[in-house]
């Protein structure tokens, strides 16, 4: 399985996967590609996606949750699996600080194999 490497001055590396790092690249409007750079001038914007996809996902995950509470309470059997999966807010965490710390120093971000 293929990885990528995420670099920038504000931040150590990042070693991901390749297919959760085409997911998160996906997000923040960077095409499939096997190098790319998300510039200075660029990042906010990044930051601000990702960070809007992530908590999208949670309210879906609380409203699951809460459709599988009323389930459970009528008495019927509910799947839990949304709860025991790893969330897109795990697999990004290292970036969006990667993000952040870019953001704050006003470097870019690149990624490669």
Do not use: N
Not at 25 to 39: E, Y
Not at 44 to 69: F, G, H, M, P, Y
Not at 81 to 90: D, K, N, V, W, Y
């Amino acid at each position: 399985m293929a990885l990528v490497v995420f670099r920038s001055k504000a931040a150590g590396e990042i070693f991901m996967f390749a297919e959760t790092a085409r997911r998160l690249l996906a997000i923040i409007g960077k095409g499939d590609t096997a190098r790319g750079v998300i510039s200075a001038e660029q990042v906010a914007d990044a930051l601000a996606r990702l960070t809007a996809a992530v908590e999208e996902e949670k309210a879906q995950i609380r409203q699951a949750r809460e459709e599988s509470e009323a389930a459970q309470r009528r008495g019927e059997a509910a799947a839990d699996e949304a709860a025991r999966a790893i969330t897109l807010s795990q697999r990004a965490h290292p970036l969006l600080e990667m993000l952040r710390a870019a953001e704050r120093k006003r470097v870019d971000v690149t990624w490669g194999v």
